[in-house]
């Protein structure tokens, strides 16, 4: 006799009721006090000083006051036009994108669509429809009160996603996208991240998804998994591509939190919170940051010898270049690599490649630079032997300037540096000094603790890594370290490259911070690196000029 088996029918999805003809959607939230407080709990934080042409912001209102953290980082200026970008969380869309033409009513105050733009969007309707979904989408629905309060004559493009559209779905709606978007447009990423996974898992997650943002990868973000790392990797995706292609903005991570954080019990099923800001971030610019987040500057070669102690002895230059640093830092820690001996006197027949600074002077540099940390681990540590480390020592030690050389942890409040070179002192032959041992000095016993390896290896004027750095990379990977900060090319790596699908970001070389090389033959960037509660990291390569030639000028 034949056994039948039969399947459970599909539980149909409540149909899409539309307002009466053009009517705007009526209030999805009743609670005006909810969006009030959050808007007045962040109004303390300074906004961008510079225009952002794009955030990505948390919609579960949990996370209210993130929400409100990427609507008031953008306040500072106007715009005509904000097109928000969320998943389709209930799969109400019959395409793979869906938009609307009807205004919306909040409770801070009604928000309009720009009609003329989503005709223009419509146009596409083999892959845009237009849908009342939005009635109940709260990824759109929770941007809305705080569009309205900070925003309040502008219009929206509300665009859904569908988790059906893949990499090449996502190209066509970028493409379509471009027609709407210009310099008048703030582009609105609502995107939850981490979902379902309990916080320790989820932070892996997150840093992963991070770290691709910090690299602008497209690839590696098309490569995330969604709902492990967001619930629409597409929208990360067009966010990133079209910030990109139309301003050349680079993003700025500004708060990474849990959904654990929110309670003292335990949560198994987790979901994290990313704001994110997009901009050209030129010199001056503010970096925004709430107290509660702690942003550390790292920079390359610092020596205050040979030629630079000329420049910086002239009137007023050393003044010119710490302003034109500190605009950068805003006084913020900052942590350098020293190449050389720091002595009481110079003396005045040393040979040039032998690195000696004056005490006083590069005592006074380093505290009006704000340097909270002064790597030692590097070829020019020991130029003249063992008495003059020691000396380097006793000077930082007498000026209360921290310090951490070879295999040694320099511990900040919420940040562990490591120190390693594998490179010996100057004119050596001794290199590959990097053991296992050594590496061990990375694995540090509070997993939530990130930790960076403040690294100096590799070859001079050479941006990519060789063979045996590549090594080096993984085996400090393996060891669980966040970042990789390298030096000693004296010329500065261009991006920041995220390894193993995003586990750990790497800076191959800082090149030169304040060093007597010419631009034609040297480069330098800094580093800025923020550090979340959650114990994630952001990273933020800044391009430097060329402050041996600002003095020179």
Sequence with gaps: MAILFFLPLPTLAAPVTCPPGMENFPPFYDDATLFKDAIANVASVEPSN?????ITVPHHLLAADLVALGFHAASGFRYKRIVILSPDHFHKTHKLYATSMRGFDTVLGPVMADTDAVRLLEKNGDMVEESCLFDKEHGVRAMLPFLHH????AKIVPVAMSVKAKRGDWDRLA????????????IVESTDFSHYLPQHEARRFDQQSINMLAAGSLDGIAALRQPDHADSVGALYIQTRLQRQLFGAQPLVVASENSQEHTSDYVERTTSYVVALFGTFGPGFNSPARPKDKIYYIAGDVNFGRAMKRILLRDGIADRIVDSILSLTRSRPLIVNLEGVILPNVPEAIDDMTLAMPQGLAVEMLKRLHVAGVGLANNHAYDLGPSGYAETLRALDEAGIPHFGQGETLALADLD??????????????TDLLTPALLDRLLHENAVRPVVAFVHWGREYKTEPSAREARLADEMRLRGVTAIVGGHPHVSSEAIVPLAGGDVAEVYSLGNFLFDQSAQRSSGSMLELRVFAQGTIFTRLIPLPNYFEMGRK
């Design 50 to 54: 510079q225009r952002l042409t794009g």
């Design 175 to 186: 493409e379509a996208l471009k027609a709407i978007v210009d310099q008048d447009t703030l």
């Design 150 to 153: 900070y925003f309040p004559e």
């Design 417 to 430: 540096l490591v120190g390693l070179t594998d490179i010996d002192t100057n004119g050596s032959d001794n």
